[in-house]
């Protein structure tokens, strides 16, 4: 991490978000943005307020309703000399794009030996919670992860996430950038006015404990605490709380570190359960720390099923009451 002591204002994670584009534009000229919205309204979370009226149309660029163009532009302008940073209106809506992200924009530097890289940061607001409509609250990041070449990035609060988003836009290849809609105004913490980075690649301690580690990321960092908190207080045991920050690549070093210190481990994760990230941590535990469990890892995961309307929303994400009992579980033995 790289620091230089600045001003320091409480932010929200999207006004963070924001502070880290415009920092990041003012010092490079390269640095263009483009998507649905993204200009004259701000974007549809307002990430991008007022960046269209400090650098102008021909840097922060609205585009027609079309994610495979938004990608593939990106891609060209990226072997071109720019750094531009597109967003996806809603993760849900990435889809169209899945093709120029797998089949040109993580293969580009393999296929032409080095000669380009593709520098372009994909920013998607994604997660249940908000009572959004259909496919726009979907937690698909596995299906990312298992793509050599792209970097999956997942900020849980405001500090993280200029610092995060600052690392991904001085990256030589792709990175996607997910930004959980529930942390984007669900507090403020102090954040640097000046520029700072946050290794990609590294998890972060939220909080140290002795006896379980829970693994997790985006908006069930929050959620996780508040249970562990709730857990702590009629007992004796503590929890150590890892946020992953980065999907892929994981911080194996991190992840084996507290396995062997607390020898138990339950991982949170809002995406269905099969096929999940949380599978690849349980991988990782097997390999290089598989001695030092002391109980079966558990899981808390949302439902094999799409994320259903709000009323049945809350049903659908992983609840306090799941995550403790998934702890006393871990402790049984």
């Known amino acids: 991490m790289t620091t230089i002591a600045a001003e320091v204002k409480k932010l929200t994670m999207v006004q963070a978000l924001t502070d880290g584009m415009r920092t990041m534009m003012k010092e490079d000229d390269s640095i263009i943005v483009l998507g ?153 913490l102090d954040v640097p006015d000046n520029k700072y980075s946050l290794e990609l690649g590294k998890a972060a301690v939220v909080k140290e404990g002795k006896d379980v580690t829970i693994f997790t990321w985006g908006a069930m960092v929050s959620d996780t605490a508040e249970a562990v908190k709730k857990w702590e207080a009629d007992n004796h045991q503590t929890c150590e709380i890892i946020d992953l920050r980065t999907l892929y690549p994981l911080d194996k070093d991190s992840i084996k570190a507290s396995v062997e210190k607390t020898g138990r481990v339950v991982v949170v994760q809002e995406a269905p359960e099969t096929g999940g990230v949380c599978a690849d941590i349980i991988s990782v535990i097997n390999d290089v720390c598989f001695y030092y469990l002391k109980a079966p890892v558990q899981k808390v995961t949302g439902f094999d099923t799409s994320v259903p309307v709000y009323s049945l929303e809350q049903d659908y994400l992983p609840s306090m009451n799941k995550i403790i009992s998934s702890v006393k579980e871990v402790l049984r033995d």
Do not use: W
């Not at 701000?42 to 163009?69: M, N």
């Not at 596995?142 to 050599?148: E, R, S, Y």
């Open 36 to 188: 649905e919205d993204v200009g004259v309204n701000g974007g549809v979370f307002r990430a991008t307020d007022g960046l269209y009226k400090e650098f102008g149309e021909e840097r922060v660029i609205d585009t027609p309703l079309a994610e495979s163009g938004i990608i593939g532009t990106s891609i060209g302008l990226a072997v071109n000399g720019f750094k531009p940073i597109c967003e996806m209106q809603f993760f849900g809506f990435i889809y169209p794009a899945f093709n120029q992200i797998m089949t040109h924009a993580t293969r580009l530097r393999q296929r032409t030996l080095g000669r380009y890289t593709v520098p372009i940061v994909i920013r998607a607001p994604y997660g249940a919670g908000v009572k959004a409509p259909e496919i726009h609250s979907d937690s698909v990041e596995a299906l990312f992860t298992h793509i050599p070449g792209l970097k999956v990035v997942v900020p849980s609060n405001s500090y993280d996430a200029k610092g995060l988003l600052i690392a991904s836009i001085e990256d030589p290849d792709p990175v996607l950038f997910l930004e959980p809609m529930r942390c984007y105004r669900s507090g403020r």
